[in-house]
């Protein structure tokens, strides 16, 4: 039978088998909303209903200024559902690089949280929308200018039904722009529906009706790894962070939401684990808690620390580009055993591509062995691998004829198929025509007991061509030296590999998304040499 799979779907379904499924939100406030599927559907719809009585027409963008809660999740669905294209704005941006997106985008409405009205009055001369509908989190009067996102509610048009075509334009993000300006990616329906499949299956996230999802990664970028809409097909309960993303709140939702599956950069695990290690009676969390970790390399250090917390951490790999799950960490059969060094040390490296998800890594000569040693640069191509930018021709040598798409990534994958991400193609340190990975050396640094963040770039040097250096930020507390460091890693290592210096400083600059902008640092630090 010919059916489409479309985020309809979805939701009708989500409505008529999970009513009773709770969806919690964190307000400003601190304090708890709480609402059910029912009533969320009811409201999404809605929602729908006004936007449609607005003049949405099929494939016009709504955008969204908003933090993880129900009325963003509402959104989520009655947008795509109505016909439109849900595009997502990240609030972590400069404000004229919201404005550029939303002109590029050419967005017709925006959806607010009302405690972002100060940065959407930095931008709002610059990006216009037809209408902007604030919703009043905090429970303060609209102005009169914006549409209430709750009168709209109230006003209860549910949408007109449309007949979905499962290559329907859905959402809409952009890419933080780590290596440049931030490009635009289309989701259609199918992709969507079709990633929300695969990333409930047991060896992927395993989403269950049973689980308690909080998604720390935010619903402003890339669908917040697509667990809201996996969440609505299992009938998931959500509970959501609000704007209150520290470690102490987060624990807090855990506890109280006895939460089973989270999601995250690694930048918030760190602040996890360090609560959980000044305090480590405070929090009764639901034991064996799934954490799925990506958007930056999950170091082995932090999987081994949380098991002894009994929280287990997933590794995972994607860009905006794969909607974002493409591979996804879990020990095969064939590689179970003990807890040990071998065990950690395939944990850490980013997975197995997932059903439907081709991967290949090309070298200058070709296809590299599946040997975990030959480095490459990692080609993907699937049902929801973007096949082009939004409104960009420049970039499109990025797709080959057949559709395999470079990631920009440089990879090894093992006998085993699994992918071990050495660097990005612009942060391999390229040394007397050896190539070095900085992840690896980054990695090792964190699991240094002093070091609490560190990274890796390189530096010109006049006889090797480029060279590692190290910028560390330690603990608080804390002080070492660069040669107590060198000495850490060189067993670890060739001696080629290990870093030339190692500077010590405050603070990593990080993008938007939480990775860490080495861009800044190389700029800052090209004149470093080593006496
Ligand atoms: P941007 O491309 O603007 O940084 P994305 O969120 O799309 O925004 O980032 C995707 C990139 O993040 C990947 O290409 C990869 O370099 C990096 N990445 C994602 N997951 C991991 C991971 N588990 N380990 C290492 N790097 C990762």
């Not at 040693?373 to 420049?394: C, F, N, Q, S």
């Not at 590999?497 to 630090?525: H, N, W, Y």
Request: aromatic share 8%.
């Amino acid at each position: 039978m010919r059916f489409p799979l479309t985020l309809a779907h979805i939701f009708e379904r989500a409505g008529k088998l999970f009513p009773k499924s709770e969806i919690v939100s964190r307000l400003p406030d601190k304090s708890l909303h709480r609402h059910t599927y029912s009533e969320f559907c009811r409201r999404a719809r809605a929602l729908g209903g006004a936007l449609q009585h607005m003049g949405l027409k099929r494939g016009d963008r709504v955008a969204t200024l908003m933090w993880n809660h129900y009325a963003h999740l509402e959104a989520y669905f009655a947008v795509p559902c109505a016909g439109g294209v849900l595009h997502t704005l990240n609030l972590r941006l400069a404000p004229e690089d919201i404005a550029w997106i939303a002109n590029h985008a050419g967005d017709r409405f925006l959806i607010v949280d009302d405690v972002l009205l100060p940065l959407y009055s930095k931008f709002r001369e610059a990006a216009k929308f037809e209408k902007v509908i604030v919703v009043p989190l905090t429970g303060s009067s609209v102005a009169a200018e914006f549409d209430d996102y709750e009168a709209v509610i109230a006003r209860s048009r549910p949408f007109k039904p449309l007949a979905l075509k499962e290559e329907d334009p859905a959402g809409m993000c952009y890419t933080s722009g780590t290596t440049g300006r931030p490009k635009g990616v289309v989701y259609s329906h199918r992709a969507l529906v079709l990633h929300s499949l695969a990333s409930a299956l047991p060896d992927v996230m395993g989403m269950s009706n049973h689980d308690t999802v909080t998604p720390v990664v935010p619903m402003f970028h890339v669908n917040a790894w697509g667990m809201p809409f996996t969440a609505a097909m299992v009938g998931a309960k959500l509970a959501f962070p609000g704007p209150h993303l520290d470690a102490v709140s987060l624990l807090d939702l855990y506890q109280s939401e006895q939460v089973t599956l989270t999601a995250g950069v690694p930048t918030i695990w760190a602040g996890i684990l360090q609560a959980l290690d000044q305090e480590p009676a405070r929090w009764k969390l639901s034991a064996g808690m799934r954490m799925v970790v990506g958007g930056a390399a999950a170091p082995e250090s932090m999987i081994r620390a949380f098991d002894r917390h009994n929280l287990m951490v997933i590794h995972g790999w994607g860009m905006t580009e794969t909607t974002p799950v493409a591979a996804v960490n879990y020990v095969k059969r064939e590689l179970a055993g003990p807890a040990g060094d071998t065990q950690y040390a395939q944990r850490a490296k980013q997975g197995v591509p997932l059903p439907l998800v081709e991967v290949r890594a090309m070298t200058g000569e070709g296809e590299a062995a599946w040997d975990g040693a030959t480095m490459g640069e990692l080609e993907v191509r699937g049902p929801w691998i973007a096949a082009k930018y939004h409104d960009l021709e420049t970039e499109a040598d990025k797709w080959s004829a057949d559709g395999w798409f470079r990631t920009g990534d440089v990879v090894t994958i093992d006998a085993h198929g699994y992918i071990k991400i050495t660097d990005r193609i612009k942060d391999l340190v390229k040394s007397g025509g050896e190539w070095i990975s900085s992840v690896d050396l980054e990695n090792a640094l964190v699991g240094h007991p002093k070091v609490a963040e560190a990274a890796v770039i390189a530096v010109p040097d006049a006889k090797w061509g480029e060279r590692p250096l190290a910028v560390v930020v330690l603990k608080p507390g804390q002080s070492a030296t660069a040669a107590e460091l060198r000495e850490y890693l060189a067993p670890k290592f060739a001696k080629f590999c290990l870093p030339d210096g190692v500077l010590f400083v405050a603070e990593i600059p990080r993008t938007s998304t939480g990775k860490m902008l080495k861009a800044k640092l190389r700029e800052q630090f090209k004149d470093w040499k080593t006496s």
